[in-house]
């Protein structure tokens, strides 16, 4: 059985609970305009995105640390300036249908974003040594390109670092600490830096998980959930949003 369609998670609470990966997940290239453009085709309004610095400064959105998987090109992507990146192919890799896609910036993905009334989440991935200065950057530009837009991007990470300088760049940007195991200490952390919401690997989430995040005023999200029966038993426990790579599969609203 497909998992029941459901909107937003619940009141006081702006995002809709259907999350697509990267754009499209699987089916463009990820993190591309034309994944965009693709999941909101199939009917998403918020999209899940990766973003990181370039050599000079530019909010620019890839996932790994390296060019070599989702690129014509090889080598640490945050060592590069926006204007080598900006020439590289981003798309064929993926398909014939894809070749010659471009990096996307943030910049670009927000203007796609606030002229179709989609949301976003913005995982902080920075290039090893730069997680504060990248979490600064990210949010001090959100904070700017969503200002006064109605409801702002979610900034997550996996590093604490990262969203400690998202938090003193631009405060009043909601945050969400990402995990995929629970370490020592990370509820505390998530606490601390005042987070929204815990995005956790999906395997992790139990009842008592859920009530331990929920009764401390966070939400629950989960990732990359692409089966029926895993959705199916996140809807059960309560928890408030799924990142999905099968926008094919799964109604979004």
């Given at each position: 059985?497909?998992?029941?369609?459901?909107?937003?998670a619940g009141p006081g609470w702006p995002y809709p609970r259907w999350i697509a990966h990267r754009g499209a997940g699987k089916l463009a290239?990820?993190?591309t305009l034309a994944a965009f453009r693709l999941g909101a085709a199939h009917g998403y309004r918020m999209f899940e995105c990766d973003a990181?610095?370039?050599?000079?400064g530019v909010v620019f959105l890839m996932h790994d640390t390296t060019l070599d998987r989702t690129t014509n090109a090889s080598g640490v992507g945050g060592e590069r300036p926006w204007a080598e990146l900006a020439q590289l192919d981003a798309g064929?890799?993926?398909?014939?249908?894809?070749?010659?896609?471009?990096?996307?910036?943030?910049?670009?993905?927000?203007?796609?974003?606030?002229a179709n009334a989609c949301l976003l989440n913005i995982e902080i991935k920075p290039t090893p040594g730069a997680e504060q200065r990248t979490?600064?950057?990210?949010?001090?530009?959100?904070?700017?390109?969503?200002?006064?837009?109605?409801?702002?991007?979610?900034?997550?990470?996996f590093r604490p670092e990262s969203l400690q300088g998202a938090m003193q760049a631009a405060p009043a940007l909601p945050r969400g600490l990402l995990v995929d195991t629970l370490w020592d200490g990370w509820f505390d952390i998530a606490r601390a830096l005042h987070c929204v919401a815990v995005v956790a690997n999906q395997v992790l989430w139990d009842d008592a998980l859920v009530r331990q995040v929920h009764g401390a005023g966070m939400r629950c999200l989960s990732y990359t959930v692409n089966d029926e029966w895993s959705a199916q038993r996140l809807l059960a426990l309560d928890t408030d949003g799924i990142i999905t790579d099968r926008v094919d599969l799964f109604p979004p609203a």
């Amino acid at each position: 059985m497909r998992p029941q369609a459901i909107g937003t998670a619940g009141p006081g609470w702006p995002y809709p609970r259907w999350i697509a990966h990267r754009g499209a997940g699987k089916l463009a290239p990820e993190n591309t305009l034309a994944a965009f453009r693709l999941g909101a085709a199939h009917g998403y309004r918020m999209f899940e995105c990766d973003a990181k610095l370039s050599a000079d400064g530019v909010v620019f959105l890839m996932h790994d640390t390296t060019l070599d998987r989702t690129t014509n090109a090889s080598g640490v992507g945050g060592e590069r300036p926006w204007a080598e990146l900006a020439q590289l192919d981003a798309g064929g890799w993926h398909s014939r249908a894809h070749a010659g896609e471009p990096l996307a910036t943030l910049e670009n993905l927000a203007r796609f974003c606030l002229a179709n009334a989609c949301l976003l989440n913005i995982e902080i991935k920075p290039t090893p040594g730069a997680e504060q200065r990248t979490g600064e950057a990210v949010a001090g530009l959100a904070a700017r390109l969503w200002a006064g837009a109605g409801i702002p991007p979610l900034l997550t990470s996996f590093r604490p670092e990262s969203l400690q300088g998202a938090m003193q760049a631009a405060p009043a940007l909601p945050r969400g600490l990402l995990v995929d195991t629970l370490w020592d200490g990370w509820f505390d952390i998530a606490r601390a830096l005042h987070c929204v919401a815990v995005v956790a690997n999906q395997v992790l989430w139990d009842d008592a998980l859920v009530r331990q995040v929920h009764g401390a005023g966070m939400r629950c999200l989960s990732y990359t959930v692409n089966d029926e029966w895993s959705a199916q038993r996140l809807l059960a426990l309560d928890t408030d949003g799924i990142i999905t790579d099968r926008v094919d599969l799964f109604p979004p609203a």
